[in-house]
C-alpha cells in the first residue's frame, strides 16, 4: 500500500493503533467535567481518532450517542466507531456513520473460533490508511485495498482515492474517488461538503456551482443507488 504526492515524495502506511474510550457513564455533565480538566491536551495535537467502547451498556437507547461524539469532537477527540459485543450495536453505528467493533470476538466460543479466525483474516487484508494532516493543491493520497480516513482540511486540486470508503472529517474542497476498483457499495462522507469532484467505481459528478444550502458546507454522505450518485444530509438527530 503506498501513498504517493504528486512530483513531491512517496509515503508508506504503517500500521496505526486506534486507543479505545470505555466509557462507564452516560452523564454528559460528568463527561464534560473531566474532559475540561484534561485541559488543552488533545486540542493541541490536533485531531485524535477514538473508538467508544460502549460495551458496559446493554441497550442503545440508554446512550445519546449524537450528543457524545459532538462532546468528545468540542475536546479534539474523534469518535470513529463503536465497540460492543451485542450485534445490534451496529445498526446504531451505521446510523452516526461510523465504525463498528464486535468485541465478543475477543472471548469467543471454541466451535467460533474458525469463523472468527476467517473475519480476522479478512479484517487483515482491507487496510485502513489514516492521515491526520492537511492535503494540499497538486497533492494525491491512495488508500489501496482499503478505506481512507482524513481529519484534515483538503484544498481545491487535492485529489483522494480510495479502493473502500473514505471519511473526511473537514473542510473538503477537492476531488474524492472511493470504490477506485469497481466496489459499487462504497461510500464517500464529507463533514463539510465543498468537494469539485466526487465518484464512486467510476461514476463520477463534478461541482460547478455549490449545492443547496442544506447540502453545501454541510455533512453529507455519498452512495450509489441505481447506478447513480446520491448526496444526501447527515441527520444527526
Not at 513531491?8 to 464534560?32: G, W
Not at 446510523?95 to 470476538?105: A, D, I, R
Not at 449545492?211 to 446520491?230: A, E, G, M, Y
Amino acid at each position: 500500500m503506498v501513498l504517493s504526492m504528486i512530483n513531491a515524495f512517496d509515503i508508506k502506511s504503517t500500521k496505526i493503533d486506534v486507543l479505545s474510550i470505555c466509557l462507564h457513564t452516560s452523564d454528559l455533565l460528568d463527561l464534560e467535567n473531566v474532559l475540561v480538566k484534561l485541559g488543552k491536551k488533545f486540542q493541541e495535537s490536533g485531531v485524535v481518532p477514538f473508538m467508544l467502547d460502549v460495551q458496559e451498556f446493554d441497550y442503545p437507547e440508554s446512550l445519546d450517542l449524537a450528543a457524545l461524539v459532538s462532546l468528545f469532537s468540542r475536546h479534539g477527540m474523534q469518535i470513529l466507531g463503536l465497540k460492543h459485543p451485542d450485534e445490534r450495536w451496529a445498526a446504531v453505528a451505521a446510523k452516526y456513520h461510523l465504525l463498528f467493533c464486535s468485541s465478543h470476538l475477543e472471548n469467543i466460543r471454541e466451535q467460533d473460533q474458525i469463523e472468527v479466525q476467517e473475519t480476522a483474516d479478512e479484517l487483515k487484508t482491507r487496510k485502513t490508511v489514516l492521515v491526520t494532516t492537511s492535503v494540499r493543491t497538486g497533492q494525491q493520497v491512495y488508500a489501496e485495498d482499503g478505506d481512507l480516513i482524513v481529519t484534515g482540511a483538503v484544498s481545491q486540486g487535492a485529489e483522494l482515492i480510495a479502493d473502500g470508503n473514505i471519511h473526511i472529517y473537514a473542510p473538503m474542497r477537492g476531488r474524492a474517488l472511493a470504490g477506485a476498483k469497481g466496489d459499487t457499495s462504497a461510500r464517500i462522507f464529507i463533514h463539510s461538503m465543498q468537494a469539485e469532484l466526487v465518484s464512486i467505481a467510476g461514476i463520477y459528478r463534478n461541482f460547478e456551482q455549490d449545492l443547496p444550502d442544506h447540502l453545501h458546507k454541510q455533512p453529507v454522505q455519498i452512495l450509489l443507488q441505481d447506478n447513480r450518485l446520491v448526496i444526501s444530509a447527515i441527520d444527526s438527530e
